[in-house]
């Protein structure tokens, strides 16, 4: 298996910009995750996906952010309008059910300037 | 409201040299720990999970034991390698609560 993918990898953008970013999770992972990761607040889940259906979003900061799974194999994750404390590393995992072994993607950097 | 800390932050260690790694937690009503490696740029490669039932876990070089009581769990890396230089996380889930990280241990081991 290619592990958890995601795209892009680098994003630089615009204030007030929409910005998506993407996850491809483990072919037959029941659970996914996104987090966000600065120097200031380390690493912070966000929202997390069990079988496609949002369970807990109160990681999500405001209503800029919103997460989607529309099929067991995509997500996506947008900040629309973007701001430059967004700026962050995020990053997205999944794992099985039967497992608690979360498995990680490269992450996306993103920078709004 | 679980609490992940872990001492230090940075450590730089000669090659060769055996090495501990700490992470306390302050709700000791865990369900599980899991230790984590990050290289710089790349996400997070799983090292060691431990199950709240277990004192320890073993994966070649590395070892990984838990206390619950004291909270606390400590990764020890045996005969360190340049290759081990990376920031290691620990991460506790708590019953019915996701994974809480902490801020990680930068650590360096000079050739």
């Keep these: 298996d290619a ?10 953008t615009e204030m007030g910009q929409e910005v998506t970013l993407r996850c491809k999770p483990i072919s037959g992972h029941d659970y996914l995750f996104w987090y966000r990761q600065t120097m200031m607040r380390g690493l912070e889940l966000l929202i ?4 496609n259906v949002p369970i807990d979003d109160s990681g999500m900061p405001e209503d800029r ?3 989607k799974m529309p099929n067991a194999s995509f997500s996506t994750l947008k900040i629309q309008p973007s701001e430059p404390r967004d700026s962050a590393v995020y990053f997205c995992a999944s794992r099985l059910a039967s497992s608690y072994e979360q498995y990680f993607g490269p992450g996306t950097r993103l920078t709004v300037t | 409201k679980q609490e992940v800390t872990q001492i230090p932050a940075a450590l730089s260690v000669p090659e060769g040299e055996n090495l501990v790694l700490n992470c306390s937690f302050t709700d000791s009503a865990i369900y599980n720990l899991q230790w984590f ?3 710089p740029g ?10 709240s039932s277990q004192r320890e876990q073993t994966s070649g070089r590395l070892n990984a034991s838990l206390d619950k009581s004291s909270g606390r769990s400590t990764l020890y890396i045996a005969a360190s390698q340049p290759g081990d230089s990376a920031t290691y996380l ?10 809480v990280f902490g801020p990680g241990t930068r650590l360096s081991v000079l050739p």
């Excluded at chain 2, 790349?42 to 199950?51: P, R």
């Excluded at chain 2, 620990?90 to 994974?99: D, I």
């Design chain 1, 3 to 12: 592990g958890v993918i995601q795209s892009p990898r680098h994003e630089v």
């Design chain 2, 37 to 39: 490696r990050q290289d």
């Design chain 2, 42 to 51: 790349k996400g997070l490669t799983s090292l060691l999970l431990i199950q």
């Design chain 1, 65 to 67: 952010f919103s997460a």
């Design chain 2, 90 to 99: 620990c991460a506790v889930r708590n019953y019915g609560q996701n994974f």
């Design chain 1, 48 to 51: 997390y996906f069990n079988n």
